[in-house]
């Protein structure tokens, strides 16, 4: 199986920065997309980001111009970087690969456990 752990959250202020990392490991054939989700109190999971295994990169309205995903594909690790952060950015951040298990294996996706951002104002 596919194991995704995210670190980096933290509590900072208003127009401060962070940078979460998720780096997958297991029996991992190959990964498709990496995703940034967000949950915040109350609301549903929302996109953040994306990028795929050849580098496109995709950003939800309320994050462009602000947060950059990239990845480094030898180490199976996806980075977002939260620039000018804002208090309605707090909220807990999931990561999530789409990829495949062994050389038969079908692609599915796998979620970390998330980390928390906490931006106060």
């Known amino acids: 199986q596919v194991q995704l752990v995210e670190s980096g959250g933290g509590l900072v202020q208003a127009g401060e920065s962070l940078r979460l990392s998720c780096a997958a490991s297991?029996?991992?054939?190959?990964?498709?997309?990496m995703s940034w989700y967000r949950q915040a109190p109350g609301k549903q999971r929302e996109l953040v980001a994306t990028?795929?295994?050849?580098?496109?990169?995709g950003y939800a309205d309320s994050v462009k111009g602000r947060f950059t995903i990239s990845r480094d594909n030898a180490k199976n690790t996806v980075y977002l970087q939260m620039n000018s952060l804002k208090p309605e950015d707090t909220a807990v951040y999931y990561c999530k690969a789409n990829a495949r298990v062994g050389i038969l294996g079908d692609w599915r996706n796998y979620w970390g456990q998330g980390t928390q951002v906490t931006v106060s104002s």
């Open positions: 990028t795929t295994s050849s580098g496109s990169t």
């Open positions: 297991g029996s991992i054939f190959s990964i498709n997309a």
